[in-house]
């Protein structure tokens, strides 16, 4: 047996505390880590959490999902035009039918997108009176039978119209007219005697500028008349639709579906549908149609099946005054144009007791001393376009232009 010394036992006491001060650590160290390992989520969790924010919603679904949200509203939209009741919608949906169906180089607006049922349906609605009227006309003996001493150019009128020509010496007034789709021009005339058809030099051939009628008939205001023959909208207006009169000089073929517009011998506007235009002393007409008033009565009601279109309306008042209306249109952000009954309420409004329209769309023009006055839609040609012919004031201050 060995013996072991006193100073030997105090060092193995001291080597044996501190093996247990080491066990007693490294089992404290072992313990928190095992704890630490079961709270703690596996890193690969953590990564495939950081990936998925970071990643978000993927672009490819939100336009899925703005694709899906536009066809929806589009077919929605659509069916609701096509056979909904809503009034606001079946009055622009005919309307637009209309316009496209009065246009010759437009109808597909109206094909490419309706059931030809429909369009058969809302085109039923089209208003074409026949009945003849011939203006009473009674003697007004005032001198200032337009009311020109009251008007200041650029200052509204009674009717809130805007003056926009105040010719005193050739009593000729031109309004603007500005309403809910349309700006216009309103001419009123003093004397119908002044007011006459004139026809192309050219018939057949080529029709000519609104200005040229005024150059070469001292005219001082001129409108376009008639329709023409005009395939692919690029004709020269050679070849007048329907039948014309001016000067007693006949052209044209009269046509059963049109109505007359004229003055008779004694300067009285007379509109209907009438083939022996003699039994009638006509000296000055044309054929368009439809008629707007009837013995201060407008026969027209909202579009009338005539869509909203530039508009070229004439109309007399119970004392001769002759009125010259030509709305603009086509034109978004400025003048979309006029229905029937818009060119009617005005026409109205300063007195009118009969009056029918002219062609229409692009050959809608007005000029004055010269000068194209409103914004024709064929806008690449800002004369307007040629005419078989126009309706001329005659000037009372004749111009020489033979300088």
């Known amino acids: 047996m060995v013996e072991i010394s006193e100073e030997e036992l105090i060092d193995l006491d001291h080597l044996a505390d501190g093996l247990s001060e080491v066990r007693k650590y490294k089992s404290k160290d072992k313990t928190k880590k095992a704890k630490d390992k079961k709270t703690a989520p596996p890193p690969i969790k953590e990564e495939q959490k950081a990936k998925k924010q970071k990643k978000g919603v993927r672009p490819w679904s939100v336009m899925i999902l703005l694709f899906a949200i536009a066809v929806f509203t589009i077919v929605s939209s659509y069916v609701t035009v096509l056979y909904g009741n809503i009034p ?47 203006t009473d006309i009674y003697g007004n003996e005032s001198e200032d039978l337009l009311g020109q001493e009251s008007l200041t150019v650029g200052e509204p009128d009674k009717f809130g119209n805007t003056v926009f020509v105040n010719d005193k010496e050739e009593n000729i007034v031109i309004l603007e007219v500005k309403k809910e789709t349309f700006v216009g021009k309103l001419v009123i005339i003093d004397d119908p005697s002044r007011v006459s058809l004139k026809v192309t030099d050219y018939k057949n051939s080529r029709g000519e500028f609104i200005c040229d009628y005024l150059e070469k008939e001292n005219g001082i205001v001129g409108i376009n008349a008639s329709g023409f023959y005009d395939p692919g909208g690029t004709s020269l207006g050679g070849v007048v639709t329907g039948q014309c009169v001016s000067d007693g000089e006949y052209w044209g073929t009269y046509n059963s579906k049109y109505t007359l517009l004229g003055f008779d011998e004694n300067d009285r506007l007379v509109v209907g549908g009438m083939e022996d235009w003699t039994e009638y002393n006509i000296r000055d007409g044309m054929q368009y149609r439809p008629t707007l008033i009837i013995d201060g009565i407008k026969v027209v009601e909202d579009s009338a099946g005539w869509g909203l279109q530039p508009r070229t309306v004439v109309g007399q008042c119970e004392n001769g005054v002759v009125l010259f209306l030509v709305a603009d249109g086509r034109q978004v952000g400025y003048s979309l144009g006029a229905t029937m009954e818009d060119c009617a309420d005005v026409l109205l409004q300063y007195g009118a007791v009969t009056a029918g329209a002219c062609d229409g769309g692009s050959s809608s023009v007005i000029a004055y001393d010269g000068e194209v006055i409103n914004k024709p839609s064929a806008r690449q040609m800002p004369t307007g376009r040629y005419l078989p012919n126009a309706w001329v004031v005659e000037r009372k201050n004749p111009v020489n232009n033979e300088d």
């Open 88 to 134: 606001f919608v079946v009055k622009w949906r005919n309307i637009w039918i209309e316009t496209a169906m009065t246009t010759d180089q437009h109808k597909w607006l109206a094909t490419s997108f309706f059931p030809d049922r429909l369009i058969d349906e809302v085109m039923s609605r089209q208003v074409d009176i026949k009945d003849i009227f011939v």
